[in-house]
């Protein structure tokens, strides 16, 4: 099935749609429109079934095929929320909500789910029924782990469940791997308590500046010579926060970072080496300090057979050739990881092409690639539910 004319058809319908989710991105949670819209849109290309308030602001719409004997059921993953961003792009349908920002592409992951979703009630050519995901609050909020909460794979009866994310990689090319294939996202607060004190009189003080700069160094000794080197582990810090004026050593700091790692060995091995090494570099200068570690969204591990499934129907559209099966891991995390601990299932990389990357002010998503996520979607559908 390379993309089919119907799919070829949708094209500029599914553009418009991109560039309007585009120009009115909402974030988190926080989606009245977004679901609306969604669900408007559900109910327009003919689902059998629209359901909203799934993990608070989710939206699921169900397609029956001409047959349902099969009893298997199927579903699609896309998540809906924007970024906190100010967007540079300049482009005509550029967002008009100030400080928030589709950069990561969820607009065209909503298009293209809905176009493959009118492709398929349309043509209904598949023995099972296909349950559309629209997902709420992936950029950190945890909405994965909330629609499972609220019961999404049990009420619809999901058996399998997948997901598709654009990437920077050549256009017309799908990633797809077994596996870990991407990082679990922890966040950490470390707050240091010394003794504040006069800019003049140091020796009076216990300077929590100097001791917060002195733990941001010691923690990345815990990748060099804890972790093993053949394992993968990253500690940023991102935030530091301390003091209000020129000549006053305040009394606390407070910073903040992330911590990413591929394996639960090991990231449990770094929480306790930061815990142990941030409160030892704070005594050692006489001052406190506490670690507050908060688990994010788990590894994406995807299942070894729902990923043959997933490579199999990218290269039905692309071709073998174009579906790299050895992309390492990356770094980066995705909360479909919640659904994939609950169903087994697959999360593979759309090449978009692109000079800016994801959460860039000045990125923007791919409309070329609309028709090839969309046909995916129809494929992955009718080969894992044969009519």
Same mark, same amino acid.
């Given at each position: ?46 689902? $059998?079934? %629209?359901? /909203?308030?799934?993990? +608070? &602001? =989710? ?6 095929? !001409? ?101 920077? $990689?050549? %256009?017309? /090319?799908?990633?797809? +791997? &077994? =596996? ?6 922890? !966040? ?105 570690? /908060? ?93």
């Amino acid at each position: 099935m390379p993309i089919v004319n119907r799919i070829a058809g949708l094209h500029d319908e599914a553009t418009r749609w991109r560039r309007d989710f585009h120009a009115h991105p909402e974030l988190l949670f926080d989606l009245p429109r977004t679901s609306r819209v969604v669900a408007e849109r559900l109910a327009g290309i003919g689902c $059998d079934e %629209v359901v /909203t308030g799934i993990g +608070r &602001s =989710g939206v699921v719409g169900v397609i029956r095929g !001409r047959s349902t004997a099969s009893g298997r059921v199927v579903g699609l993953r896309s998540d809906m929320d924007a970024l906190p961003l100010t967007e540079i792009t300049g482009l005509p349908y550029a967002s008009t909500v100030p400080g928030k920002m589709h950069a990561c592409g969820h607009d065209g992951h909503m298009a293209m789910l809905l176009g493959a979703g009118k492709y398929l009630a349309e043509t209904r050519h598949f023995d099972g029924t296909a349950v559309l995901i629209f997902q709420p609050a992936e950029e950190g909020g945890g909405g994965a782990r909330e629609m499972v909460a609220d019961g999404l794979m049990e009420r619809f009866a999901i058996q399998e469940v997948y997901g598709m994310h654009n990437s920077p $990689d050549p %256009v017309g /090319t799908f990633a797809v +791997r &077994s =596996g870990a294939s991407s990082a679990a996202a922890d !966040r950490i607060h470390i707050h240091v308590e010394g003794k504040g004190g006069h800019a003049a009189r140091p020796h009076e003080a216990v300077d929590t500046v100097l001791v917060a700069s002195q733990i941001v160094i010691a923690v990345q000794s815990v990748l060099s010579r804890n972790v093993d080197p053949l394992e993968s582990a990253v500690v940023s810090i991102c935030a530091f926060n301390a003091g209000f004026t020129d000549n006053v050593i305040p009394q606390t700091a407070d910073l903040m970072g992330s911590v990413r790692t591929l394996s639960k060995g090991v990231q449990a091995l770094v929480e306790q080496r930061l815990r142990t090494t941030i409160e030892d570099t704070a005594a050692a200068y006489g001052a406190t300090a506490t670690l507050t570690y /908060t688990h994010g969204a788990p590894m994406v591990v995807n299942h070894a057979d729902e990923s043959e499934h997933a490579a199999l129907a990218a290269a039905d559209i692309v071709g073998i050739g174009n579906v790299r099966r050895d992309k390492p891991p990356s770094m980066g995390s995705e909360d479909f990881s919640f659904m994939l601990e609950a169903r087994p299932g697959c999360m593979v990389g759309i090449g978009q092409g692109g000079a800016f990357g994801v959460h860039h002010p000045a990125y923007d998503f791919n409309d070329e690639i609309l028709p090839i996520g969309m046909s995916y979607w129809a494929r992955l559908v009718e080969t894992r539910m044969p009519a």
